[in-house]
């Protein structure tokens, strides 16, 4: 292993992500990675096993005499609270400090009944996924949302969606019930990076788009989640179509591809031709059955959906585009037409190596992505150093008073 300076490896939050990496496994490795002395190695790992964040194992291997302890990432120390809400149903979930989800629960629920409903319902949801474990084994909160987020503030922005949560600072209120960090982002960014922890880890670029009730995407771009300034990037429904005509879309401008090509624009289109079709499931059946009509309008709102990916191939050049959502699961001819308008549209080196296919993980990226984003915070050398730190003052504080 490659010796590094202890000025860059010298805290107890730098000594938990090298043993949860596998970089370094016993007391020993710990030394000739960091350049720490024994005692030193030894007080961070003791303040770490204190905590519970890491166990001992004493299974490692001997190259002769006692063998050594093998230190361990104990990803059931604590566990985060994780909830995937979407326009019409909602995932709930405890899951392990490893991302693992314990228990869960899947219901329907209509987020426009506003947060005064929402939230508590996800709070107590959650205190009964805990069962018998104390609030006190909580170590974060992570939630993704149908609605454009300021992620730092975790403040839902989007005027005419979700609009009775417009200017809603999320995290204040769920701490109320749970004093940890809490993250919120937008439902599709925590599909990405869901679908890239778990099914494309070894790639740095990767686009996830969600057609559903509406469209929206999720960018990685060098191995991280793509925010903008704000929290806004992704929002390719809202990008014009050539022939999107007059159609108004739910952000207020017109002819936007998730105006005439989501899910709910299908239903319309449909409707307005006579079809009896008020769900997604309608729809797949009138395929299956070879429908005509049916079908020319699904591959019309591929076609419309290529149009704004290729542009966004073109400026992202991701290496994969992952499409998801029911209404990319259902039907292949609108998957099919993506691929064609990509493919023929964006340029030749944008397109030599790339990949468009459907989501490996399902509905489970949404569960997945927010566990890992709130287990990427507060296990960071930096936020475990910060609460190592606040443990050691309480004990300070209670003595002076």
């Known amino acids: 292993m490659p010796r590094r300076t202890a000025a860059t490896l010298a805290t107890s939050g730098e000594v938990l992500r090298l043993i949860r990496s596998g970089e370094a496994v016993t007391r020993g490795d710990l030394g000739r990675v960091t350049g720490l002395s024994r005692p030193a190695v030894q007080l961070r790992v003791g ?28 990803a059931s120390g604590g566990v985060v609270l994780v909830a995937a809400l979407g326009a019409s149903r909602t995932r709930v979930a405890v ?86 960090p809490v993250l919120v982002d937008n439902d599709v960014n925590v599909l990405a990076i869901g679908e890239h922890r778990g099914a494309y880890p070894d790639l740095d670029d990767l686009m996830f788009v969600k057609i559903s009730t509406r469209i929206g995407a999720g960018v990685v771009a060098g191995g991280g989640i793509l925010r903008g300034a704000l929290g806004a990037a992704g929002e390719i429904g809202h990008i014009p179509v050539l022939d999107g005509g007059d159609v108004l879309c739910r952000c207020g401008n017109t002819g936007c591809v998730d105006s005439v090509a989501s899910g709910t624009a299908l239903l319309r289109d449909l409707r307005a031709r ?71 549209r964006s340029t030749a080196l944008a397109t030599r190596r790339l990949r468009i296919e459907p989501s490996r993980l399902g509905a489970g990226a949404g569960i997945s992505g927010c566990a890992v984003m709130v287990l990427d915070h507060v296990l960071s050398p930096e936020a475990v150093d910060e609460a190592m730190t606040v443990s050691a003052l309480r004990p300070e504080r209670a003595a002076s008073g």
């Open 47 to 74: 303040e770490l096993l204190e905590r519970g964040l890491v166990v001992e194992r004493a299974d490692a291997p001997s190259t002769g005499g006692r063998p050594p302890v093998r230190l361990e990432f104990n």
């Open 274 to 344: 006579g079809k009896a079709v008020t769900t997604i499931a309608d729809v797949t059946a009138l395929v299956r059955a070879g429908d005509a009509e049916t079908m020319a309008t699904v591959r019309e709102a591929g076609r419309r959906i290529g149009e704004v990916l290729a542009g966004a191939v073109n400026i992202l050049n991701p290496s994969v585009v992952v499409l998801g959502g029911d209404v990319a699961e259902a039907f292949g001819p609108l998957v099919s037409s993506i691929r064609e308008v990509v493919y023929r």
């Open 95 to 180: 899951c392990d400090l490893a991302g693992h989800e314990i228990d869960g629960r899947e219901f329907a629920m209509d987020v426009e009944q506003g947060p005064d409903v929402v939230l508590p319902l996800l709070m107590d949801t959650w205190d009964e996924l805990l069962g018998g474990r104390p609030r006190s084994m909580v170590a974060g909160v992570g939630m993704g949302v149908p609605a454009t987020v300021e992620f730092a503030q975790g403040r839902t922005e989007s005027a005419r969606v979700m609009a009775s949560w417009t200017g809603v600072v999320i995290p204040p209120i769920i701490r109320e019930r749970f004093p940890v």
